[in-house]
């Protein structure tokens, strides 16, 4: 078996000069933030130069610092199989004389978003979009953590599109489905690591029925990357922001799909507005309340 990246890293430390041996322990103990950092910010952040990063990166054989975060990837995410350790890990963060929890979620949110502008494939998402708008109908699919950004997508879309059909609540039905559905829809699964198995082998099912499928997901080393025709990886696997890279995907695919079927998404949108107001659903002023 290939030896993990962060055993390669604990097996020669003691062996590396003083600044890469603080290299190594920074990596070591925060190896679940490295996988998302530039060089130059792994540097910054254990205190050495950007040369003592390349050179560790040598003397553990990687031919580059991407094909080195890639590793260091796969290794977290064998050590974040456990499907509470991210939640676990956001309530066991924060010691009271740090800054409130807010404040480092807010942050936390602003540098994801940065992550994503890099990490998101603009090609991946135009693909996604066409498919999406090309699609007699989209079957949408996302069970446990991904089953409320599954929810959010359906809520948005079906305003101004009838043809997302939700799978997610129908775990007992679902293979029934797949007798509906044809070569010209479209699979959308949401699933984030650590899938569940259901959801795999439905994906695999539809891929060898010709299905066509797009997947919003944490990682492109999800075992569906290679069924899906269009992936959309947030290339955040252990993170303390729970689903908000997978929500921050899915309201861009919402607005741009709004966007391109206009004006008929904004007429619908205005009939619905004019509905909700004329039947007092939604109140606007005090004096629009009856008690």
């Not at 080393?221 to 997978?246: C, E, F, H, Q, W």
Request: charged residues 20%; aromatic residues 8%; neutral net charge.
């Amino acid at each position: 078996m290939e030896e993990s990246a962060l055993n390669q890293i604990i097996r020669v430390k003691d062996r590396l000069s003083k600044k890469q041996r603080v290299l190594c322990e920074y990596i070591v103990l925060n190896y679940n933030q490295v996988i998302t950092m530039s060089v130059a910010e792994l540097a910054k952040n254990a205190g050495v130069g950007t040369t003592t990063v390349m050179r560790l990166i040598k003397e553990l054989n990687y031919e580059s610092y991407q094909e080195f975060k890639k590793a260091l990837v796969e290794d977290t995410i064998i050590r974040t199989t456990e499907i509470y350790s991210n939640m676990k890990q956001s309530l066991l963060a924060h010691p009271k004389n740090e800054k409130n929890t807010l404040t480092t979620i807010m942050q936390m949110l602003n540098r994801i978003a940065s992550d994503l502008m890099g990490s998101v494939n603009t090609q991946q998402f135009e693909k996604s979009v066409q498919m999406l708008l090309d699609a007699e109908h989209i079957f949408l699919l996302g069970f446990r953590s991904s089953y409320a950004v599954a929810k959010y997508f359906e809520d948005s879309v079906h305003i101004f599109s009838r043809k997302v059909m939700q799978l997610s609540d129908t775990q007992e039905y679902l293979y029934d489905y797949i007798l509906h559905m044809k070569p010209t829809d479209v699979l959308f699964v949401i699933s984030e690591w650590p899938c569940t198995q259901k959801t795999v082998d439905f994906a695999y099912l539809c891929h060898k029925n010709g299905i066509p499928i797009v997947l919003v997901t944490n990682t492109l080393l999800s075992p569906m990357a290679k069924y899906a025709d269009a992936t959309i990886s947030t290339n955040v696997v252990s993170s303390r922001a729970g689903r908000l890279p997978s929500m921050l995907v899915i309201e861009a695919l919402v607005q741009e799909l709004g966007r391109r079927t206009a004006p008929q998404s904004i007429e619908m949108l205005d009939s619905l507005q004019t509905v909700l107001t004329e039947n007092q659903i939604v109140l606007y002023h005090d004096k629009d309340i009856n008690n």
